[in-house]
T-cell receptor, first 113, second 115 residues
Framework: KQEVTQIPAALSVPEGENLVLNCSFTDSAIYNLQWFRQDPGKGLTSLLL?????REQTSGRLNASLDKSSGRSTLYIAASQPGDSATYLC????????????FGKGTLLTVNP | NAGVTQTPKFQVLKTGQSMTLQCAQD?????MSWYRQDPGMGLRLIHYSVGAGITDQGEVPNGYNVSRSTTEDFPLRLLSAAPSQTSVYFCASSYSIKSGANVLTFGAGSRLTVL
């Protein structure tokens, strides 16, 4: 059974700092990994999707990497801003017939002005 | 293009009542799914569908029914609400879950309280 872990559960940084969020998964047989952002009381917004054949994806100040063999992904946020404050979740799509994504419990990021 | 639309946004029920959470998408997505999100538990899959007329169970299907009569709509029915079903419910869809390239798009959520 796939398990996804995100560490730390919460992170507080000053504005302007570069930071890394971590996601680990137990079964390396994945199709893709997605990073989402969730603002309080809102739905999830997809940030980046990395297919199993890819090593990284970039969008603006965000860069996500994937190392399938070690079961790890990182989300790098450059020059953090207070508007980046949110919960960040990773989700892994595994193989098999149940078409299921397994989510981590998220990292709550607070960027202080 | 509205994306994934969920209604209602908020609902309060009494134990034993039934209700339907609506989900509609206008992106011609094959795959639709329902998740519930609870503090400390993360997101858990309730039911999903890979096309009209096809549904299957996820991790936590008990107490919920779904149907997929059209590509656009995927309602979630609570048959006899229980306090344990108090949660935030999210509908999500994707063009094709079989492909590794397709992003999962979420609705804004429906917050349900069962008294």
């Amino acid at each position: 059974k796939q398990e996804v872990t995100q560490i730390p559960a919460a992170l507080s940084v000053p504005e302007g700092e570069n930071l890394v969020l971590n996601c680990s998964f137990t079964d390396s047989a994945i199709y893709n990994l997605q990073w989402f952002r969730q603002d309080p009381g809102k739905g999830l917004t997809s940030l980046l999707l990395i297919q199993s054949s890819q090593r990284e994806q970039t969008s603006g100040r965000l860069n996500a990497s994937l190392d399938k063999s070690s079961g790890r992904s990182t989300l790098y946020i450059a020059a953090s801003q207070p508007g980046d404050s949110a919960t960040y979740l990773c989700a892994v799509k595994s193989g098999g017939s149940n078409y299921k994504l397994t989510f981590g419990k998220g990292t709550l990021l607070t960027v202080n002005p | 293009n509205a994306g994934v639309t969920q209604t209602p946004k908020f609902q309060v029920l009494k134990t034993g009542q039934s209700m339907t959470l609506q989900c509609a998408q206008d992106m011609n997505h094959e795959y639709m799914s329902w998740y519930r999100q609870d503090p400390g538990m993360g997101l858990r899959l309730i039911h999903y569908s890979v096309g009209a007329g096809i549904t299957d169970q996820g991790e936590v299907p008990n107490g919920y029914n779904v149907s997929r009569s059209t590509t656009e709509d995927f309602p979630l029915r609570l048959l006899s609400a229980a306090p344990s079903q108090t949660s935030v419910y999210f509908c999500a869809s994707s063009y094709s879950i079989k492909s590794g390239a397709n992003v999962l798009t979420f609705g804004a959520g429906s917050r349900l309280t069962v008294l």
